[in-house]
């Protein structure tokens, strides 16, 4: 297994990181929790060493393989947007990546899901898990457009790569009442969506502009 390191020094101080929850306050985040949970999640632990002195910026950064860990604002808007307020049981994420945005979610709901179409990325994101002691994150390798049905339905679903269209798939794992949050628009004009599903119909909100990387079919 390759080894972690969890203390930080210089850029990758806890006082680093205290820097970038303030700045996520400035942006507009509010829920405490989410705060606290980025706040107490090493960011620099999901990025190569190389690239460990910038974790704390809120910039995008490579990992890899065509993919990217995505900015702290955006990690702790999704995350806010799919909580609404609530303590969910069960959450789906939709592209593990470096394995970030689940480490958040890991802290403020009671089991997350997360499936990755790239295996090497989901096996180095699982040594990252074990590192930091985390135990309620399962993960699958898969392709993302078919979600995880086994343990739906989902009270949130968070997709972290961006489709050209919402795929059916993931509506119907999305449990009565949990909301969908989702960048949606391909590999150019894309909107972070949120739909809520209710007793009657899917409800639509278009958030703000954001930039992903493209949910790609089948998986390696």
Do not use: C
Not at 58 to 66: D, S
Not at 158 to 169: D, H, L, N, S
Not at 178 to 202: A, C, D, M
């Amino acid at each position: 297994m390759r080894r972690v390191r969890l203390k930080g020094s210089g850029m990758t101080s806890d006082r680093t990181r205290e820097r970038m929850v303030e700045g996520l306050k400035n942006n507009g985040i509010r829920d405490r929790r989410v705060l606290a949970a980025l706040k107490k999640i090493p960011r620099h632990i999901f990025v190569d060493e190389a690239m460990a002195s910038r974790a704390y910026e809120n910039t995008a950064l490579p990992i890899g393989l065509g993919q990217t860990l995505s900015q702290p604002y955006i990690v702790a808007r999704m995350t806010e947007e799919v909580l609404n307020g609530k303590r969910l049981k069960k959450v789906l994420e939709v592209g593990t990546g470096s394995g970030y945005q689940a480490a958040i979610l890991s802290e403020l709901v009671v089991q997350v899901y997360s499936v990755e179409r790239i295996e090497k990325l989901m096996k180095l994101a699982r040594s990252r898990f074990m590192a930091l002691g985390i135990r309620n994150i399962r993960l699958k390798h898969s392709d993302g457009h078919w979600g995880w049905p086994d343990y739906g339905q989902y009270d949130g679903i968070v997709v972290t790569a961006a489709p050209e269209e919402i795929p059916q798939e993931l509506l119907g794992q999305l449990a009565i009442g949990g909301r969908l949050i989702i960048p949606v628009g391909g590999s150019r004009n894309q909107q972070l969506q949120v739909v809520t599903r209710t007793v009657q119909e899917y409800e639509l909100e278009i958030k703000e502009n954001v930039s992903f990387v493209p949910l790609v079919e089948g998986h390696q």
